[in-house]
C-alpha cells in the first residue's frame, strides 16, 4: 500500500438549522506515521463493513463535479489541495440543504494498490472520553474510534475507467439519520446498481446445481471452500472472480466452475460481489427468539440432524458433549 496524497479538512455545524462552517487544511499531510495507521483502522473496518453497497454515480446527476474532479486530479491539471478544496465546497452545500447539527472531520486519500489507484473519502466522528492530567485534574478529550463509520465512499478508478462496468463505487452511509445520509449520498453522486442480496442468492442457487454434479464425498469441501473465497473476498473489499475461484476449487479441471457459470448465465460478468449474511446462512443454519437460540452446520442436516415440517420438530440425534453434560445435571437435580 502506497498513499500518495492525504488531506484533513473540518466540517460543522454547531446547532439545528445554523450555519455550516468549512475548516480546510492548507497543504496535504505527510504520509506517514500516525496518518497511516488511521488510513489503514479506517479503510478496514470500510473493507469488514456489511452496510457497504455498491454502485456507480449517478448518471442523472449531470451537476455533479466529484466524476470531473478526480479526473483533473488524476491528470495532473488539478493539484491535491485544490482538489479536496473543491469537493469539500461540494460537500457544504449539500449539507445546507439540510438542518441537522454536525461535527466531524473529512479525511480524503488516493492509494497506489497493486498498479491500482483508489480514492477513498471518510466522515470522521469524535467522542468525548475524560481523562487525568499530570497534574491530577480531571479534563476531557475528543477520540477517534476508527471501527464505527457512518458516512464513507471509495472509487476503485481502473473499474471507474472501463465502459459499462457499474459498481465501480462503493459507499457507507449510515441510516441512523436521514439527514445526513442524504446529504452525503447527494455530495458523492452515488447510486447503487446492485442488489448484492439477490446477486449471491442466485449464485448460491447456480452452486448448488453445480455441487449435485458432482461426487457426493465432494459437495462438502467445494460448498466450504466457495464461502471461504467469497467472505475473504468480501472481508478484503473485493469481488468475487468466477476465474480464480474456480482454479481453487479443482486442480485437475480449474476450469469447470467458471464455464458451468458462464453455461449458465452467458450474460453474467466474470467479477460480482456477495452478501456476507447469505453466504454464512449457506453452510449454517440458525435461528433465535427470547427463549431459544439454535445454530449448526448444514454438513450435520440429514445425518444427524433431521427436520420434520409437518410437525414442526427438529430433531438432534448428536448433540456436543458439554450441552449432553449440562442436560444430564439438570435431569439429575431436577429428578432430585
Sequence with gaps: MTIQHCILHKIARNKPSGT???SLRPNSLKNE???VSLFDQLKFAFQRSTSRQYGLFNPEMGDNPIPALIQKQLDGSLGFPSFSHQVMEHFKQQ???SSEPFSAHCLMVIEELLEQTFVYVFWINHTDAQFIDKDMEVDTLEYINPSKIQF???????QWQ???WDQYLSQIASRGNKELSDAFTLFSGFISSVDVKAQTDEFLSLVDQYVDQQPENETQRIKNKIVEYCIDQDMSGAPVHLD??????SEEN????AAYMQQQKPEGKNEIYTDRAALKKYVRFFGRDKNLSISFSSEMF???IVFDENSDELIFKQIPKSLKAQLTRYIKKKSQ
Design 20 to 22: 455550516v462552517t468549512l
Design 33 to 35: 506515521g500516525p496518518i
Design 95 to 97: 449539507l445546507e440543504k
Design 152 to 158: 464513507a465512499f471509495k472509487l476503485d478508478v481502473s
Design 162 to 164: 472501463v465502459d459499462g
Design 244 to 249: 480464480q475461484l474456480s482454479s481453487q476449487l
Design 254 to 257: 480449474p476450469e469447470a466452475f
Design 302 to 304: 440429514g445425518d444427524h
